[in-house]
């Protein structure tokens, strides 16, 4: 396993240096250093441990986030300057002929807590933590151990969808096979009435539950795909009438105080006595949050294997037609929708280098009059919901950077018709676009989406989920009563 470390601290000046990289044992170190001197010592390969000299009363927020294929770590201060930030791949452990994900990420938490440098593990105050959307854990409601293997994010179960879309209303977030309802039936119907006491729990409540101790509650981010609405503050009454609604957490808003680091946690990592652990939230809504837009018709657009959108919105928008669904931020709404398009079919057909010396030779403001569908194989969820669209890749033109224009432009169409279908089913108008993920570093792409949307199009600063959570800590910390 590498472990790659970066730890930055605040100054009032710029870099002065470029990133010098050291490895020692197997653990990956990137050092960013800056005019201000920096107290640092860096165990061997079997002790990895640093020391980082930090002002006396300091208060220091962690965020972890896990997602799909591993874990990170981010340390702020209250002014969102990143102290320290690492990242860990799961440990793989078979359980039958299956993977035993409650240990992998059980224990990825707890070697992320030793990751963090000493030095800043006694001034950090407050603790978030994001999860996988829709990943989820039925434990014992005593013990808090898992009575089943987990469902994970992208999990299927269609055989309760029809039980599902017969209590939910038509077109409701719940009435996919992946919603954390559709998981929560099906183990119901298998074994569920014949277990001991149980709670359903979601990824990020259970491992942030190993470190407060409090079994039974969530935050209404993580809520929303089992029924919650946020809306109104509860469990709507077609829910609260089925024979396992005694499963579901309490639920509260994301960044909530829950209780304080539990005692031999705190006495064996080193963390202070007050450091208090907040509900979290999903990874996607970390990731959004990172990107500090805070005012209606600001938008997040990632483009990762897809393309992601989340817009900031006055209005909730609910249509799983087109899987869109509203999170609730506060007193506003974070509309979302995602398309097949996206890096995925790039990676198909160009390679890295191809990408990156054609893309070089593209004229941006010069309008592509090729019209493509680019998909990596057939099906469209967003913003044409299609599980039979086929891919449109043709006709191919000889020159390799007309084709690639064509492809990129056909990308930013489909973003603007996704845009356009939110305003249309009434979300806030999109007025301003942070854009994250590997595509968000192609300045001759974010100048095509430009001309296309007709907006202002912008590397967001920060984009890493553990960050959100980190802010979310800094939330926690500002209305902690415990």
Known sequence: MVVAISLTHPASTVLVSLPSIQKRGNVLYNKVRKSRAVSMSLGNGNNNKEEVSVGAGERLYLGLDFGTSGARFAIIDKDGTIQAEAKREYPLYLSGESHDWARSWKETLFSLLEDVPLDLRQHVVSISMDGTSATTIIVDS????????????????????????????????????????????????????????????????????????????TDYNNALKVGYDPEVESYPSWLVCQPYYHLLPSVVAPGTPIACLKEDIRNKYGFQKDCVVCTGTTDSIAAFLAARATQPGKAVTSLGSTLAIKLLSNTRIEDSRFGVYSHRLDDKWLVGGASNTGGAILRQLFTDDQLEKLSEQINPSQPSLLDYYPLPKAGERFPVADPNLAPRLLPRPENDVEYLHGILESIARIEAKAYGLLKELGATQVEEVFTAGGGAKNEKWIKIRERVLGLTVRRANQTEAAYGAALLAIKGDQQNIL
């Not at 994970?152 to 409701?172: G, R, T």
């Not at 954390?180 to 491992?207: E, F, I, M, Y």
């Open 142 to 217: 005593n013990t808090g151990e898992p009575l089943w293997r987990p469902y994970l994010y992208n999990e299927s179960c269609p055989d309760a969808l029809p039980m599902v879309k017969s209590i939910a209303p038509q077109n409701h977030t719940v009435c996919t096979g992946s919603s954390t309802l559709c998981k929560l039936v099906s183990w119901w119907n298998r074994v569920g009435s014949n277990k001991k006491p149980a709670l359903l729990s979601h990824q990020a409540d259970w491992l942030l539950w190993l470190l407060h101790g409090k079994l039974g509650v």
